[in-house]
């Protein structure tokens, strides 16, 4: 079974909608983040959490919220889902020594387009 | 801005070639320099990374060189296969913060050709 998985995998929503994507790990890693790919621009840092009460907004958090719900648990939610989220969309984990020197595992992704 | 500035966005390469992918950055807190590979479908995976006390750093074919005065550090695939073809992406990192965020930067399409 992967480490780190991603649900739904891919997923069509009309403008306006609210859509949750969800994140599961089962590598025993405290860190988790989410991350959106788009062509040309690389990935960049939405959301992401060292524990579960801790939760820090990335580059572009605007329009996004995360719910962290156990350690093994990260959620991403597009509160009202408009034409430019339309991205792919990672979840990846580190530990605090993995993380000091950029080592993230990165989740299959989930691929969200926005009608 | 981007913190992270890679070129080229595309290489095509023949088998059995050198792919070189440069990377330059301007915020001299990093302190890590991580390359990730990303196949189709699949999410990033780590590939090399670098210190920016070493120059020099080789994993089998791949090899990351790093200009800490110039600020730039580059990937060198050699023997270049086709099932290197892949997207790269150089990252930096300051580990010594408590955020540890990643900076990418924008990706190198690699296609090589048999």
């Known amino acids: 079974d992967a480490d780190v998985t991603q649900t739904p995998r891919n997923r069509i929503t009309k403008t306006g909608k609210r859509i949750m994507l969800e994140c599961s790990q089962t590598?025993?890693?405290?860190?988790m983040y989410w991350y959106r790919q788009d062509p040309g621009l690389g990935l960049r840092l939405i959301y992401y959490?060292?524990?579960?009460?801790?939760?820090n907004k990335g580059e572009i958090s605007d329009g996004y919220s995360v719910s962290r719900q156990a350690q093994a648990k990260f959620s991403l939610s597009l509160e009202s889902a408009i034409p430019n989220q339309t991205a792919l969309y990672f979840c990846?984990?580190?530990?605090?020594?993995?993380?000091?020197?950029?080592?993230?595992?990165f989740g299959p992704g989930t691929r969200l387009t926005v009608t | 801005q981007q913190q992270v500035k890679q070129s080229p966005q595309s290489l095509i390469v023949q088998k059995g070639g050198i792919s070189i992918i440069n990377c330059a950055y301007e915020?001299?807190?990093?302190?890590?320099f991580p390359w990730y590979q990303q196949f189709p479908g699949k999410g990033p995976a780590l590939l090399i990374a670098?210190?920016?006390?070493?120059s020099e750093k080789k994993e089998g074919r791949f090899t990351i060189s790093f200009n800490k005065s110039a600020k730039q550090f580059s990937l060198h695939i050699m023997d270049s296969q086709p099932g290197d073809s892949a997207t790269y992406f150089c990252?930096?990192?300051?580990?010594?913060?408590?955020?540890?965020?990643?900076?990418f930067g924008t990706g190198t399409r690699l296609t090589v050709i048999p």
């Open positions: 990846a984990t580190s530990d605090r020594t993995s993380g000091r020197s950029g080592e993230q595992y």
């Open positions: 590598k025993g890693h405290d860190r």
């Open positions: 959490s060292f524990d579960v009460k801790d939760i």
């Open positions: 915020n001299t807190a990093f302190d890590y």
């Open positions: 670098i210190r920016p006390d070493v």
């Open positions: 990252a930096a990192i300051n580990g010594q913060t408590g955020a540890n965020n990643l900076f």
